[in-house]
């Protein structure tokens, strides 16, 4: 077990940095023309992830809506109170500076619960309470406006969750079911999309959805082939936007945010039967949610 979670944190780390140095492995040149001046912005922001960002704080308060393919019986729509702590990197280059490139790694944990809904519950449906804890990132472009800006933003994170059924299943083949992930401790991933309105520089408001799968176990190498699909998709529309910057940076922030987004929801749509697709494997126990939040930056 150890092991398997030593190459699971290795394998995320050799991920992250790839993804990182992709962004910036040209940094050379002549001084002149536009491109060198987007490669210096990119690179600007590199050594920012080695050297920290702003300090933090984020507050998320959503609803949530539960699905686990062939189950039977109805989940209660759990509400949702999140917490993140991170930092906050957000640098402009001097050529286009309406252009904000945003990125926030936080830590974060959550409650999940059919008493934070503050709706009625039907008949019948199954109460839960959930927590769950993991790391994430948030990056996109934004267009400046003067203090404000309006920055759109894609999500992904690594999660651990454990899950409490306060109500048990009738259905024997549903009981048996929600048994793989009742009072255990179980690995996931999320994604999100959403809108950050930055009002002043240390206040934005946040609108999101939010797409999570939590696995009945894990499999790593099934999981690594399939993150590794997700994640070339991924690069190589970071390619595409960075051309999108070279020739067109006002229109960057709306086609990474669609991009990115519809990749990653196309993918999640795949992993509803299969949680580790293309790979045969179990389906996952899936939550999404509409989220608000306002976060604080230091």
């Given amino acids: 077990m150890f092991k398997g979670k ?20 040209d940094t050379t040149g002549s001084d002149n023309g536009w491109w060198n001046h987007h490669h210096r912005f990119r690179f ?14 984020s507050f998320d308060y959503g609803i949530s809506n539960i699905s686990l393919k062939d189950f039977n ?15 906050t990197h957000q640098s402009s280059d001097d050529v286009v500076g309406y252009i904000l ?7 974060y944990i959550s409650n999940f619960s059919t008493d934070l809904s503050g709706g009625a519950i039907n008949a019948g449906e199954l109460k839960t309470d959930l927590w769950r804890f993991g790391f994430g990132r948030a990056s996109g472009y934004g267009y400046k406006l003067g203090g404000a800006a309006i920055i759109p933003y894609y999500s992904y994170s690594v999660d651990w969750s454990q899950l409490r059924m306060v ?3 009738l259905n024997a083949n549903d009981l048996n079911t929600t048994n793989l992930f009742n009072e255990s401790f179980r690995f996931g991933t999320s994604t999100e999309g959403g809108i950050r309105f930055q009002i002043i520089p ?32 991924q690069w190589g529309i970071d390619g595409f936007v ?4 070279d ?37 996952p126990l899936m939550y999404n949610q509409f989220k608000l939040g306002v976060t604080f930056v230091f």
């Fill in 247 to 283: 020739s067109s940076p006002y229109a960057v922030p709306v086609v990474s945010f669609v991009l990115k987004n519809a990749l990653s929801y196309g993918i999640y749509e795949l992993r509803k039967d299969e949680m580790n697709w293309p790979f045969e494997s179990a389906s």
């Fill in 6 to 25: 030593l190459l699971f944190i290795l394998a995320l780390s050799l991920f992250s940095f790839a993804y990182l140095f992709a962004q910036d492995e």
């Fill in 101 to 107: 490139d945003y990125n926030f790694k936080y830590f």
């Fill in 202 to 233: 240390h206040l934005a408001l946040d609108a999101g959805y939010q797409r999570s799968i939590i696995f009945p176990r894990h499999l790593f190498w099934k999981w690594t082939g399939s993150a590794l699909i997700e994640a070339a998709g």
């Fill in 242 to 245: 960075n051309e999108v910057l």
């Fill in 167 to 169: 109500d048990a299943p």
């Fill in 73 to 87: 019986e109805s989940f209660a729509k759990p509400g949702m109170l999140e917490l993140k702590l991170g930092y």
């Fill in 44 to 57: 600007h922001c590199f050594e920012k992830d080695f050297t920290g960002g702003r300090p933090t704080l």
